[in-house]
């Protein structure tokens, strides 16, 4: 079965320092999408940033960026120049786009607490 | 607009009692899905259809049930056998390998 870690409980940076929050997966697929999801106080989940396994180059969207170690199936968020509005729980998330009994299945690490301080 | 409403935002269930959690969608996406939050932890995934009247159980399907009649609607019920359903539900949509649109969730706690 899949399974996502996510080893920091929580985490902090100073406003317009960088973080990385760590993920790691289990998988023995070659075709799946990788996720990260955001979670303010409102409870509402925003995508962050996605990234396609088949891909080499890692994604980017803005602030954020992430390090795809396909091999080491390591998965990690960096923000830069954080900003109070990154304050927020995220999720990182393992989506197997193949065959078998577990396709379509979405599965979420515990969650990683960041806190910006000013 | 389109995106996922689930209805409604806040529940009381009395003990014993069914109770089911509206999800709908007109972003005619195939996948639907059904998370539970608890408190500070993550998202864990009760059950998912990929298609109508088909649906696969998740990781913590005992004492829930679903439906899947119409491409819009999934709808999920809490049953008595769920003995601790006080949780934040979450329910979702998902068309290929793009992301999952959320709705805004449902508070369910124990009277």
Redesign the interface.
Known sequence: AQTVT?SQPEMSVQEAETVTLSCTYDTSESDY?L?WYKQPPS???I?VI?Q?AYKQQNATENRFSVNFQKAAKSFSLKISDSQLGDAAMY?C?Y?M?AGG?S?????????T?LTVHP | DGGITQSPKYLFRKEGQNVTLSCEQNLNHD?M?W?R?DP??????IY?S?IVNDF?K?DIAEGYSVSREKKESFPLTVTSAQKNPTA?Y?C?S?V?????F?G??TQLSVL
């Open positions: 996510q999408y996720f409870r509402q989940m995508l996605r396609e999720f998330a989506f786009n009994t396709y379509g299945k979405l599965t979420f690490g515990q969650g607490i | 996948a899905y998370y939050q500070g932890q993550g998202l864990r995934l998912y990929q696969q998740g934040f979450l979702a998902r290929g390998g793009e992301k999952l959320f805004s969730g």
